[in-house]
């Protein structure tokens, strides 16, 4: 056996070695750069329509079919004025019968609180005109527009029944405040609507924002300092709901002065047409908006037969928080303009301030934002020193500090600081007040439960103690 497996091993080691065979395929392959294709040359433009030319059967032409527009471009400013459009009439709603028509001997009296009343037919394109009506309220869902008329409602009518008493007049400077969906803007739609009755001549801004957001045109007023800022279109505008809303008022009264125009003026021209005149053209709109302020303001004379006597005036604005702080506006130097640099905001806070008189008399409102407020440290700072003075029984120590080591807004400081000022905050309806208005809901089909007391006392509670805007979702928004 030994011999065998000798054998063997002497065979193996006489073979020659293996070498393993390579492969026909290799993992990896490159191109070499010589067998890449030839640039062509450029072909130009004559180039290829001559080749079309010559052969016309090789070419592809495909007819491209015109493009169809199926939807209507909106024209301009027709997007905002759908989006802002307010609706005051629904024909599906119910009627409710038992609601009287709010007049002047119910506005006042203290029998009205905790009833609903329909505004006068006369009065809604009025305050539509206005912009008294928010897109926010849910006019659309009832047969016609009818408000609350609360405790709230008959002080604020009361208040501006005495503007003029025995001969004397007064003038109202008030901030409405309160929560959110508390009702700030119905109590200016409140006023308006007494103003109204009363023959006043109204003015009204709806959205403060409007004058700050830098979303209108705007120019510096020349020789004055600090430098001031009109706003032509938006002025042009103001004049035009002036003469619309109060055309019937206006049409009665003739200037009583000699202006410095720059266009002629006709003595016995009324100022219904004295504002259509500044309406039509931006820009002599504020120029005449200052004569027209100034024929208003004019001191009514007893036994003078060439001056008409003039009405007390109501100027409101909504949404005071934006004008309270820095506008959007830039100056030459590209720094950011404040509010009260703006003419039209000048104006509107000399006279909630005192600084400038309404010699007939008559009310400057301003009603804060909840919902939609930009940051104004300032100007909420001082709505709680001025609500915590006016307290009955205060003390000092609960009078909130202004701390002279935070940096503070001096010009709104100046404007709230005057004691004429006045706060006036929104509260919670009461029981019988929230029954008298899911009464209305239900008589306008809208609300299908019962309205017992167990209904007031559950919806009530559920609003934060009666605000009117959690009351109106509770009741009317469909539950999931």
């Known amino acids: ?50 080749a079309r030319s010559t052969n016309p059967g090789k070419t592809l032409r495909v007819k491209k079919k015109p493009v169809v527009k199926s939807v209507r471009r909106f024209a301009l400013g027709e997007r905002k004025a759908f989006r ?26 203290p029998k009205s609180a905790g009833s609903m009343l329909a505004l006068p037919d006369r009065l809604v394109e ?25 405790s709230q409602s008959v002080k604020m009518a ?33 006023a308006m609507t007494v103003a109204l009755m009363k023959k006043w001549v109204v003015i009204s801004i709806p959205e403060g924002q409007e ?12 020789e004055t300092r600090p430098i001031q800022y009109i706003q032509r279109t938006y002025t042009a505008s103001l004049l035009s709901q002036i003469a619309r809303v109060n055309e019937e008022v206006l049409s009665t009264m003739q200037l009583s002065k000699k202006h410095s125009m720059p266009i002629p003026l006709q003595s016995n021209m009324t100022l219904g047409r004295l504002a259509q005149l500044g309406a039509s053209d931006p820009d002599l709109a504020w120029p005449i908006f200052q004569a027209f302020w ?36 830039r100056d030459a130097d590209f720094n950011l303009i404040h509010s009260h640099d703006l003419a039209l905001v000048r104006h509107f806070t000399d006279h909630l301030s005192g600084l400038r008189k309404l010699s007939n008399g008559g009310a400057i409102i301003g009603a804060t934002s909840a919902s939609n407020k930009p940051p104004a440290a300032t100007f909420q700072l001082m709505i709680r020193r001025l609500e915590a003075q006016l307290a ?20 709104v400081m100046e404007v709230l600081s005057s004691k004429e000022v006045e706060i006036y905050r929104m509260k919670g309806l009461k029981r019988d007040e ?36 959690e009351i109106e979702r509770n009741a009317l928004v469909p539950k999931i």
Not at 23 to 29: A, D, P, Y
Not at 96 to 108: F, G, I, P, T
Not at 211 to 222: F, M
């Open 158 to 190: 009361q208040d501006l029944e005495g503007v003029v008493k025995d001969d004397q007049y007064k003038t109202i400077r008030r901030v409405v405040t309160g929560e959110r969906n508390s009702g700030k803007s119905q109590m200016l739609l409140q």
């Open 294 to 329: 100034d024929e208003l303001t004019n001191p009514s004379i007893d036994g003078d037969t060439k001056q008409q006597p003039r009405p007390p005036i109501l100027l409101c604005l909504d949404g005071l928080n934006w004008i309270m702080r820095l506008s959007e506006y």
């Open 126 to 150: 009025q305050l539509r005109a206005l912009g008294a009506f928010k897109i926010t309220q849910r006019w659309s869902a009832f047969r016609k527009p009818a408000v609350l008329w609360t």
């Open 1 to 50: 056996m030994s011999s065998l497996r000798c054998w063997r091993c002497a065979i193996t080691s006489l073979r020659p070695p293996q070498i393993p065979l390579p492969l026909s395929t290799r993992s990896f392959s490159t191109t070499i750069i010589a067998y890449k294709a030839p640039l062509m040359k450029p072909v130009s433009k004559a180039a290829r329509s001559s």
């Open 392 to 411: 009955a029984n205060v003390n000092e120590k609960d009078i909130p500090k202004i701390n002279p080591f935070e940096k503070h807004d001096r010009r």
């Open 434 to 469: 929230t029954k008298a208005l899911l009464e209305y809901y239900a008589a306008s089909g809208l609300l299908r439960d019962t309205v017992d007391e167990r209904r007031v006392s559950e919806n009530w509670t559920l609003a934060g103690g009666g605000i009117v805007g």
């Open 211 to 222: 004058l700050t957001i830098a979303h209108t045109d705007y120019t510096p007023l020349p």
């Open 84 to 109: 802002k459009r307010v609706v005051l009439s629904n024909p599906n709603a119910l009627e409710v019968r038992n609601v009287s028509e709010l007049d002047a001997e119910k506005m006042s009296d």
